[in-house]
C-alpha cells in the first residue's frame, strides 16, 4: 500500500541522519510522497532518494515565507506539514537565562507557527486531504523530561495547545492539525547522552521495556497524515511505550 500516492509534504528538522524528521521523510517517500526536507544544516549523505533539501531557520518567518513557497513551486504545491524541527537543552530554572527561554520558545513554538503560517495558502489548495503534523513530547505533559528543562517543557505545551487551535480553525478548510509526543527516543538528540547502566535504568520504567527508534514516531506521523486518519484532528497521540500513560 502507497498510503501517501501522489502527495507533496515538508518536513522541517530532517537534517540529521538518525532523527526523526529523516526517518518521517524516508517513510513518506517509501510511501509514495515527494518530499522537501528543511533543516539549518545537511550532513553529506543524510537525505535518501526523492527526497530535495532546503537550508532553513525555522525561527525567521521571512526565511520561512521564501522556503515555503519554493518548497511549493518545487512540489507543484504542498498537501503536507511535518513541523519537527526543534532544540531542547536541560538547563535548570536557577540557571536559565531570558535569553535560554525565549530562544527555546521561538525556535520550538514560534518555528511551528511560522512554516504553519507559510503553508496555509498552500494547504488550502491542496485537494489530497491536507494534514499539518507537529512534534509535541512527552516533557509538555509531565513537566520536563530527562533531557528537557522547563522552557522546552513549556515550548512543548505551546506547541500541543497551538496544534489544537490549528485544528479548530483550519478544519472548515478540510486541513487536519494533529500532534504526536514522543518519550524517550534515540535520535541524534540523545546520541552520547546515557552510558548503559543508565540506559537499562531508564528502560526498566518503561512498560515496553526500550527506548523508542525515530522510526517508531515515524509510523505514527505517516498515520497521522495518511487519509487512515481522515477524521481525526486535534488530537495528541502519545509514542512513548508506556513511559507516560494517562
Known amino acids: 500500500m502507497t ?7 515538508i518536513v522541517t528538522g530532517g537534517g540529521h541522519p538518525a532523527g526523526i524528521g529523516q526517518a518521517t521523510a524516508r517513510l513518506f517517500v517509501d510511501q509514495g510522497a515527494e518530499v522537501v526536507v528543511f533543516d539549518r ?3 553529506i549523505g543524510t537525505l535518501g532518494p526523492g527526497q530535495t533539501a532546503r537550508v532553513l531557520d525555522v525561527s525567521d518567518a521571512a526565511a520561512c515565507r521564501l522556503a515555503v513557497d519554493e518548497a511549493a513551486r518545487t512540489l507543484g504545491g504542498i498537501d503536507i506539514v511535518v513541523n519537527n524541527a526543534g532544540i531542547v537543552a536541560p538547563t535548570r530554572i536557577p540557571d536559565m537565562t531570558a535569553e535560554d527561554f525565549a530562544r527555546m520558545l521561538e525556535v520550538n513554538v514560534v518555528g511551528t507557527f511560522n512554516v504553519t503560517q507559510a503553508a496555509l495558502p498552500h494547504l488550502k489548495q491542496s485537494r489530497s486531504g ?3 503534523v507537529n512534534l509535541g513530547s512527552i516533557a509538555a505533559q509531565r513537566g520536563g523530561g530527562l533531557l528537557g528543562g522547563s522552557h522546552y517543557a513549556a515550548s512543548k505545551g505551546g506547541v500541543i ?3 489544537k487551535a490549528t485544528a479548530r480553525e483550519c478544519g472548515p478548510f478540510g486541513i487536519r492539525a494533529n500532534a504526536v509526543a514522543p518519550g524517550i527516543i ?3 538528540m540523545t546520541e552520547g ?3 548503559d547502566d543508565r540506559r537499562r535504568a ?3 520504567t518503561i512498560p515496553l521495556g526500550r527506548f ?3 522510526e517508531d514516531v515515524a509510523r505514527v506521523i505517516l498515520f497521522l497524515a495518511s487519509p487512515l486518519a481522515g477524521y481525526l484532528t486535534g488530537t495528541v497521540i502519545d509514542v512513548n511505550g508506556g513511559y507516560h500513560i494517562h
Open 161 to 163: 495547545s497551538f496544534t
Open 212 to 214: 523508542g527508534t525515530a
Open 3 to 9: 498510503l501517501l500516492k501522489g502527495c507533496r509534504a
Open 130 to 132: 491536507p494534514a499539518i
Open 41 to 43: 544544516a545537511f550532513p
Open 186 to 188: 534515540d535520535t541524534g
Open 202 to 204: 531508564i528502560s526498566e
Open 193 to 195: 547522552k546515557y552510558d
